[in-house]
């Protein structure tokens, strides 16, 4: 099964750790050697569900959605990033160089292409710019992708 993620960033502590629990339920349901996570990789829920699907004996694929897109995610996180994309079973690119909105969106459609399925920490609130959650959701419907929405109960942004 190859699942992809998409999900908002810089939620707090405790919305993180819910999160997390509910990605973790998620992985769960999958048999070890037949999961792979696709994600990009950035802070906040596409991190955590990579760490989850490894934790679990999945293997994980990286969408880069631009050449410079490491560079443009938080200094805090390099570490992560670097050490998730080391750990790739593959790593796909667009082609992109400037990480930009287009890039992330063109990113995320590569993403929705090679999944079976979607999950996506999504609040249901339209996007707050282009290639946001909503908009990856969106695509991920239109092309007829199932998508499962993760938000915990009561949980704000």
Same mark, same amino acid.
């Given at each position: 099964?190859?699942? =992809?993620?998409?999900? @908002?960033?810089?939620?707090?502590?405790?919305?993180?750790?819910?999160?997390r629990a509910l990605l973790a339920v998620q992985? *769960?349901? /999958?048999?070890?050697?037949?999961?792979?996570?696709?994600?990009?990789?950035?802070?906040?829920?596409?991190t955590w569900f990579a760490e989850i699907v490894?934790? @679990?004996? =999945?293997?994980?694929?990286?969408?880069?959605?631009?050449?410079? /897109?490491?560079?443009?995610?938080?200094?805090? @996180?390099?570490?992560? /990033?670097?050490? #998730?994309?080391?750990?790739?079973?593959?790593? @796909?690119?667009? =082609?992109?160089?400037?990480?930009?909105?287009? *890039?992330?969106? &063109?990113?995320?459609?590569?993403?929705?292409? #090679? &999944?079976?399925?979607?999950? &996506?920490?999504?609040?249901?609130?339209? &996007?707050? =710019?282009?290639?946001?959650?909503?908009?990856?959701?969106? /695509?991920?419907?239109?092309?007829? #992708?199932?998508?499962?929405?993760?938000?915990?109960?009561?949980?704000?942004?």
């Amino acid at each position: 099964m190859r699942i =992809g993620i998409t999900g @908002h960033r810089g939620l707090n502590a405790e919305v993180e750790r819910e999160v997390r629990a509910l990605l973790a339920v998620q992985v *769960a349901k /999958y048999a070890d050697a037949d999961l792979i996570g696709i994600s990009c990789i950035a802070d906040g829920p596409d991190t955590w569900f990579a760490e989850i699907v490894l934790q @679990h004996g =999945g293997r994980i694929e990286v969408v880069v959605p631009a050449a410079d /897109y490491r560079d443009s995610l938080p200094a805090w @996180h390099h570490g992560d /990033y670097d050490r #998730l994309i080391d750990q790739a079973a593959e790593v @796909h690119e667009t =082609g992109l160089d400037e990480s930009t909105s287009e *890039a992330h969106m &063109a990113g995320s459609e590569v993403l929705v292409g #090679l &999944a079976d399925e979607l999950l &996506a920490v999504w609040d249901g609130q339209p &996007a707050r =710019g282009y290639g946001g959650t909503a908009d990856v959701v969106t /695509y991920a419907e239109r092309n007829g #992708l199932p998508v499962r929405i993760l938000w915990p109960a009561e949980a704000v942004r």
